[in-house]
Structures are given as structure tokens and as C-alpha cells.
Nanobody
Framework: QVQLVESGGGLVQAGGSLRLSCLAS????????MGWFRQAPGKEREFVAA????????NYAGSVKGRFTISRDNAKNTLYLQMNSLKPEDTAVYYCAADRLARVIFTTPSSYDYWGQGTQVTVSS
């Protein structure tokens, strides 16, 4: 069983930056594809970014490409999401997720086995 705990969310003005972290415990973090998803009120959960277990392959949603950077530190069992040039439309609850033992990056939420509780990101205009 993998436990995921996100942190780093908050309120920021448009154009600002935030760095989200996701600490994993109790499982196979270093052999899991890890992803970030977000869900705004009244909308479905959507893919943001994902990273291979080695950290050498990444995938981004078009809406965040060039502004967000996903990374991981397997020695610290931690996943990161650096978010720059934030926009009001980035406002959502952000979740990290683990696709255990995966060797291919998927972008659909149903492909992921474990989820964190989420952290709120609010971008004011």
C-alpha cells in the first residue's frame, strides 16, 4: 500500500510560482510512474504531468507545457511540480498519483493505483 501526501499549495497572484511536493511512503515509489492531476470545481479530474520511474521521460498536458516542470527524487521518495507563470485557470485541487510498476506513461486517472488527498492551488487575477 502506497501513501501519498501533497504539500505546497496556496494562494498566488497570476504570473507567480508555486512548487508542489508529494511524499510517498509504504510502497514502491521508485518503480512507479508518478503523475499530477487537477480538478477544478464542477469539472472532471484532468491530467497535468507525469514522469517515468527513472525520471528520464516526462509528459505534459498542452495547457501547462512550458510553464510546469515535473521531477522526482527517488532517494527521498518525493515527487515535485514546479509551476511558473500561473494563470487563474490553473486554480484547482492538485493530486499526485502513482501507477505502480508501470513502464508506460498513461494520462487517464483510471490508470493510476494510488492517490493523495490533494492540495488547493488558487491563482488570483
Amino acid at each position: 500500500q502506497v501513501q501519498l501526501v501533497e504539500s505546497g499549495g496556496g494562494l498566488v497572484q497570476a504570473g507567480g510560482s508555486l512548487r508542489l511536493s508529494c511524499l510517498a511512503s509504504g510502497g514502491t515509489f521508485s518503480s512507479s510512474v508518478m503523475g499530477w492531476f487537477r480538478q477544478a470545481p464542477g469539472k472532471e479530474r484532468e491530467f497535468v504531468a507525469a514522469i517515468s520511474w527513472r525520471g528520464d521521460i516526462t509528459n505534459y498536458a498542452g495547457s501547462v507545457k512550458g510553464r510546469f516542470t515535473i521531477s522526482r527524487d527517488n532517494a527521498k521518495n518525493t515527487l515535485y511540480l514546479q509551476m511558473n507563470s500561473l494563470k487563474p485557470e490553473d486554480t484547482a485541487v492538485y493530486y499526485c498519483a502513482a501507477d505502480r510498476l508501470a513502464r508506460v506513461i498513461f494520462t487517464t486517472p483510471s490508470s493510476y493505483d494510488y492517490w493523495g488527498q490533494g492540495t488547493q492551488v488558487t491563482v488570483s487575477s
